[in-house]
């Protein structure tokens, strides 16, 4: 019976496939694997119980389900140093390949190459604001490396996910080393949890918000369920008094009293005290936690949160200063008030309709040009391929169109 392996590959990407022989192969061992149209080397990562448990909590796990492609051999030493040549001359694929998107004029970066280990393939991996119609710097690349291009945009914590590195607390990046998605962050995590709405100290290598807020939050959203919400009047044996500050590390209320004396007693003491004087202990409610938490935590929040980063820079600014590209005199000019309908001159003069001209929508010519060539893609070619300039390589029309992360 076939067994299931996890493998990993450059970029700390990984796959599952099956492995025919009756014995396992070790860890960290060099394995050839099926490939798109060929043969790939990686390195075992898992297998067993484990393997079988990650294929079906991770993103790139097949879930219930099992994979189709098949682990063919353990690579030799001639194969695993092949494929250390092939790291090794990535850096400089990327540089060339980064020379033709400056030469077309391509508002995209390219972070990343990997050759497959046949080299039937090379996967460039870019980042871009928007949509970008690389046609015909795919065909260049075609003729220049003879091989069978695909290009994938990715996100910016995808990029710093394979580009791997070490955070600001001095530890490896949670997406490289162990964290196995990579789910949005809002800015209201992190007034959960206290923090400096600085966007300078809570925004990773990537210019979002930190993964480690994200999965920190759990922690404080089920500890405040503990304790009474921040603001309620509670009755203590000192009579009426305020809450004004829990710490959920030791447990701790802060006090404030109707003269303004506070006092700092634990959460245990508080209840004593609230259950002596008869008054009922504030619980939290769920839903209260849920609305302290920020509303629709699952939704991509990925590019608000350069609008909430930018008004928090705004902020920052004295009052008064002009904004970013715009002039003092135009932020000091005060709001104009709408002029009330000026009655008819003449009693029984009907007011004429204004007949208003909708203005189109301005076009963007990068998308326009990516609709087009998606458009071209689907009518033009009968077939997956087409040639790659005069060498005769196949490029995949799937190749030509961009994959929104």
């Not at 790139?60 to 695993?80: C, F, I, N, Q, W």
């Not at 007034?191 to 994200?214: E, V």
């Not at 893609?377 to 929104?404: C, F, K, L, P, Y």
Request: with cysteine; glycine share 8%.
């Amino acid at each position: 019976m076939p067994q299931l392996i996890e493998v990993a590959f450059k970029g700390n990407r990984k796959d599952f496939f099956l492995w025919e022989a009756e014995e396992p192969p070790p860890l960290r061992a060099p394995i050839i694997v099926d490939a798109d149209r060929g043969e790939d080397l990686g390195l075992v990562h898992a297998l067993g119980e484990l393997a079988a448990k990650r294929n079906a909590g991770t993103p790139h796990g097949y879930g219930s389900g099992a994979p189709t492609r098949v682990a063919k051999r353990l690579a030799t030493a001639d194969e695993a140093k092949r494929a250390d040549e092939l790291r090794v001359q990535d850096e400089d694929t990327r540089r060339k390949a980064m020379e033709r998107v400056k030469a077309n004029q391509l508002v995209m970066k390219l972070t990343d190459a990997e050759w497959q280990w046949d080299r039937k393939k090379l996967t460039l991996y870019f980042t871009a604001e928007r949509r970008v119609d690389f046609r015909t710097l795919v065909r260049e690349l075609a003729s220049m490396f003879r091989t069978r291009i695909e290009l994938k945009q990715i996100g910016v914590r995808d990029e710093a996910k394979r580009l791997d590195g070490i955070g600001r607390c001095g530890r490896q990046y949670c997406s490289s080393s162990w964290l196995p998605e990579l789910r949005p962050v809002n800015l209201g995590v992190a007034k959960d949890q206290r923090l400096s709405l600085n966007p300078s100290q809570i925004s990773g290598a990537c210019g979002r918000l930190m993964c480690c807020l994200r999965y920190e939050h759990e922690f404080y959203v089920q500890s405040r369920k503990r304790f009474p919400k921040e603001g309620r009047i509670v009755r203590t044996a000192v009579g009426e008094e305020k809450i004004v500050l829990n710490d959920i590390f030791r447990d701790r209320v802060t006090l404030r009293g109707p003269e303004g004396e506070q006092r700092i007693v634990g959460l245990q003491d508080l209840r004593d005290e609230m259950a002596a004087v008869g008054s009922a202990f504030p619980a939290v409610a769920s839903a209260e936690v849920e609305s302290a938490a920020g509303a629709g935590e699952n939704e991509a929040y990925l590019a608000g949160e350069e609008i909430v980063l930018e008004s928090l820079a705004a902020r920052e600014r004295k009052p008064g200063a002009p904004a970013r590209g715009g002039s003092a005199r135009g932020a000091e000019r005060p709001e104009r008030p709408r002029r009330a309908d000026r009655p008819a001159r003449e009693e029984g003069l009907a007011r004429r309709p204004v007949e208003r001209t909708r203005t189109s929508p301005p076009v963007v010519a990068v998308s326009e040009a990516a609709d087009a060539v998606e458009l071209a893609s689907a009518d033009d070619e009968s077939s997956n391929e087409v040639a790659g300039g005069d060498t005769g390589a196949g490029v995949s029309a799937a190749d030509r169109t961009t994959s929104t992360v």
